[in-house]
C-alpha cells in the first residue's frame, strides 16, 4: 500500500526559503502512471494546488506561485521535494503532498499527512 | 475567490439526501473530469469521487458524483453523523494549467 511521509521543519522566518520533503514507500516515483504534488490549506481556509512533478522530472505549477516554486524528486532516496522561496506570514498553512495521475493532475490519492508551516520571526 | 464555486455550507438531519455544488467553466468543469474529496476535521483531503463518478474502493455508494455542462454536484443519501466533513471540488483547468479547487463546504449533520 502507497504511503507518503513528509518531513520538514514547522517554522520558517520571513524572506527565507521553505523546503518539504515527502517519502514513498510501497510505489515508485519514476511510475509512468503517476505524478506527484503539493497542495497547501492555510488555516481555517481551503485547499490550493502548489504544482506536481511527473515520473520524467517535468514540473507544473500554481501561476501564482511558479516564480518562487520548485518541485524536484530524487529517485535514489524514492523522495520528491517543494522549496518555496522568500516567504511571508501569507505562505503559512498545513502542507500536503499526494500522489497524482498523470494526465489526471487533480486526482490525489493518497495524501501526506500534512505538515503545519508557520512563518514567523 | 476559488475558481470553482461551492456553497460554504450545508446541512442534512440523518438519513436525508443532501447535495452539494460545484460551478465552474468551460476551461475547467466544461472540459475535464471533476473530483471530490472530503476532509475530516484535522485530517488530510480523502479522494471521494474521481473521473465525476467514479467511487475508489472503500468509499460507501451512499456518495454519489454527476456533472453537467459547467457544473458538478456530489450527493450524499442516508446521511450518517460521521459525514460530517469539509467537501471539496477540483478539476484542471486548461487556461491557467493547474488544478483549481472549489472553496470547500462544510457539511453539519443535525
Known amino acids: 500500500q502507497l504511503q507518503l511521509q513528509q518531513s520538514g521543519p514547522g517554522l520558517v522566518k520571513p524572506s527565507e526559503p521553505l523546503s518539504l520533503t515527502c517519502t514513498v514507500s510501497?510505489?515508485?516515483?519514476?511510475?509512468?502512471?503517476?505524478?506527484w504534488g503539493w497542495i497547501r490549506q492555510p488555516p481555517g481556509k481551503g485547499l490550493e494546488w502548489i504544482g506536481s512533478l511527473d515520473y520524467s522530472g517535468s514540473t507544473y505549477y500554481n501561476p501564482s506561485l511558479k516564480s518562487r516554486v520548485t518541485i524536484s524528486g530524487d529517485t535514489s532516496k524514492n523522495q520528491f521535494s517543494l522549496k518555496l522561496s522568500s516567504v511571508t506570514a501569507a505562505d503559512t498553512a498545513v502542507y500536503y503532498c499526494a500522489r497524482c495521475s498523470f494526465g489526471q493532475f487533480s486526482h490525489f490519492d493518497p495524501w501526506g499527512q500534512g505538515t503545519l508551516v508557520t512563518v514567523s520571526s | 475567490q476559488s475558481v470553482l464555486t461551492q456553497p460554504p455550507s450545508a446541512s442534512g438531519t440523518p438519513g436525508q439526501r443532501v447535495t452539494i455544488s460545484c460551478s465552474g467553466g468551460?476551461?475547467?468543469?466544461?472540459?475535464?473530469?471533476v473530483y471530490w474529496y472530503q476532509q475530516l476535521p484535522g485530517t488530510a483531503p480523502k479522494l471521494l469521487i474521481y473521473r465525476n463518478n467514479q467511487r475508489p474502493s472503500g468509499v460507501p455508494d451512499r456518495f454519489s458524483g454527476s456533472k453537467s455542462g459547467t457544473s458538478a454536484s456530489l450527493a450524499i443519501s442516508g446521511l450518517r453523523s460521521e459525514d460530517e466533513s469539509d467537501y471539496y471540488c477540483a478539476a484542471w483547468d486548461d487556461s491557467l494549467s493547474g488544478v483549481v479547487f472549489g472553496g470547500g463546504t462544510k457539511l453539519t449533520v443535525l
Open positions: 468551460s476551461s475547467n468543469i466544461g472540459s475535464n473530469f
Open positions: 510501497g510505489g515508485s516515483i519514476i511510475s509512468r502512471s503517476f505524478c
